[in-house]
Nanobody, 124 residues
């Protein structure tokens, strides 16, 4: 099992930036990819960005491409999400998740371990 702990959320104004981090511990050797998902009040959890654990393949949902950047710090077993030019519609709880196995997947249902989430609130 992998334990994930997110940090870095907060209350910001539109146009501001944040840096979210996700620290992984436990059986990290089983991780194939890490991803960020978010859930706004009354909405389903949606994919935001993902990165493979070893080969740094990345993917972004269209609404954040060019504004968000996912990266991995191998030395710290941490995945970061730099979020720039924030919009009110980016508001939600941001969750970090890990995917085991050997296949790339962006579906939340496929991810095995989840963090507790960090709140991002963007005011207009």
């Amino acid at each position: 099992q992998v334990q994930l702990v997110e940090a870095g959320g907060g209350l910001v104004q539109a146009g501001d930036s944040l840096r979210l981090s996700c620290a992984a511990s436990g059986q990290t050797f089983n991780i194939y990819a890490m991803a960020w998902f978010r859930q706004a009040p009354g909405k389903e959890r949606e994919f935001v960005a993902a990165i493979t654990w070893n080969y740094f393949r990345t993917s972004y949902t269209n609404s954040v491409r060019g504004r968000f950047s996912i990266s991995k710090d191998n030395a710290k077993n941490t995945v970061n999400l730099q979020v720039n030019s924030l919009k009110p519609e980016d508001t939600g709880v941001y969750y970090c998740a890990s995917l085991r196995g050997t296949f790339w997947d962006l579906s939340a249902a496929k991810y095995d371990d989840w963090g507790q989430g960090t709140q991002v609130t963007v005011s207009s």
